[in-house]
T-cell receptor, first 113, second 114 residues
Framework: NAGVMQNPRHLVRRRGQEARLRCSPMKGHSHVYWYRQLPEEGLKFMVY????????ESGMPKERFSAEFPKEGPSILRIQQVVRGDSAAYFC???????????FGEGSWLTVV | GENVEQHPSTLSVQEGDSAVIKCTYS??????FPWYKQELGKRPQLIIDIRSNVGEKKDQRIAVTLNKTAKHFSLHITETQPEDSAVYFC?????????????FGKGTHLIIQP
């Protein structure tokens, strides 16, 4: 089992560009979660998705951020018109659903210059 | 919603001594409490978890205790080793383990002094 796979691991974007972060859950997992971690801070929940559905997006900024988990392919977190404050580590996690532990990917480090 | 407070933010102990990290939570419906260890530049990794139907759980040098009445839970690491140096996060969930409802503390930076 390859675990939760995220790419790219590191991404540099200029202000105003778009960032796309991808996450493939562990085999057998249909629930995907995105968290953001700012330097020296904890993990902030952003969004929870199941295949083709957004279940909870209460942690997502209202503008510029969107997420999807299509029927085929990885989950994608999209940040439009990036700003310096978007620089952070973005972690994806997955679970099979229900009362089970979540497992994190290695993270995608976004730097906005 | 749930609020998880974690203390201390930094903890320095001598190698071989014990380390204790404490967390409190606000939602009395929370029933699942995992602990994650994150090394610099790496992903958070689950090290131990406890559910609300037990008061203590142990795995080798690591133990977690839960006091539901007081709404606090603690991580205990005995005989600390250099490889225990990392940031530790507690979390609480009222969904029995799925991340829907998983709220994290701000983390404790544990430093093991040789």
């Amino acid at each position: 089992n390859a675990g939760v796979m995220q790419n790219p691991r590191h991404l540099v974007r200029r202000r105003g560009q778009e960032a796309r972060l991808r996450c493939s859950p562990m085999k057998g997992h249909s629930h995907v979660y995105w968290y953001r971690q700012l330097p020296e801070e904890g993990l902030k929940f952003m969004v929870y998705l199941q295949k083709e559905n957004i279940i909870d997006e209460s942690g997502m900024p209202k503008e510029r951020f969107s997420a999807e988990f299509p029927k085929e392919g990885p989950s994608i977190l999209r940040i439009q018109q990036v700003v310096r404050g978007d620089s952070a580590a973005y972690f994806c996690a997955s679970s099979p659903g229900g009362p089970n532990t979540i497992y994190f990917g290695e993270g995608s480090w976004l730097t906005v210059v | 919603g749930e609020n998880v407070e974690q203390h201390p933010s930094t903890l320095s102990v001598q190698e071989g001594d014990s380390a204790v990290i404490k967390c409190t939570y606000s939602d009395s419906a929370s029933n699942y409490f995992p602990w994650y260890k994150q090394e610099l530049g790496k992903r958070p990794q689950l090290i131990i978890d406890i559910r609300s139907n037990v008061g203590e759980k142990k795995d080798q040098r690591i133990a977690v205790t839960l006091n539901k009445t007081a709404k606090h839970f603690s991580l205990h690491i005995t005989e600390t080793q250099p490889e225990d140096s990392a940031v530790y996060f507690c979390a609480a969930s009222n969904q029995g383990g799925g991340a829907d409802g998983l709220t994290f503390g701000k983390g404790t930076h544990l430093i093991i002094q040789p």
